[in-house]
Nanobody, 125 residues
Framework: QVQLVESGGGLVQAGGSLRLSCAASGSTFSVYSMGWFRQAPGKEREFVLTISWGGSSTYYSNFEEGRFTISRDNAKNTVYLQMNSLKPEDTAVYYC??????????????????WGKGTLVTVSS
């Protein structure tokens, strides 16, 4: 079992930055591929970023255009999502996800064994 707790969400103006954190507990964090997903109001959950279990490989969605960066600190059992140049359309609940698969591609929902409860990011125009 893995418990995931996101933090760092909030209200930010367009063009600003936020750094989300996801703290993991309950199992060996370093064996999991980690990902971030988001769900905007009235829309389906969508993939944002994936990072491999060792942190050497990352996989990005098409929309983030280099504005977002994923990283992990296995010593701290934490994965991060750095978001820059935020846009109002980035407003969503952001979810942390863990997969036991050693992914070499973007994570999809079917890969996920554990989800966090999410943290809300609101970008004002």
């Amino acid at each position: 079992q893995v418990q995931l707790v996101e933090s760092g969400g909030g209200l930010v103006q367009a063009g600003g930055s936020l750094r989300l954190s996801c703290a993991a507990s309950g199992s060996t964090f370093s064996v999991y591929s980690m990902g971030w997903f988001r769900q905007a109001p009235g829309k389906e959950r969508e993939f944002v970023l994936t990072i491999s279990w060792g942190g050497s490989s990352t996989y990005y969605s098409n929309f983030e255009e280099g504005r977002f960066t994923i990283s992990r600190d296995n010593a701290k059992n934490t994965v991060y999502l750095q978001m820059n140049s935020l846009k109002p359309e980035d407003t969503a609940v952001y979810y942390c996800a863990a997969s036991p698969l050693h992914l070499r591609r973007p994570m999809v929902s079917q890969d996920v064994s554990y989800w966090g409860k999410g943290t809300l990011v609101t970008v004002s125009s």
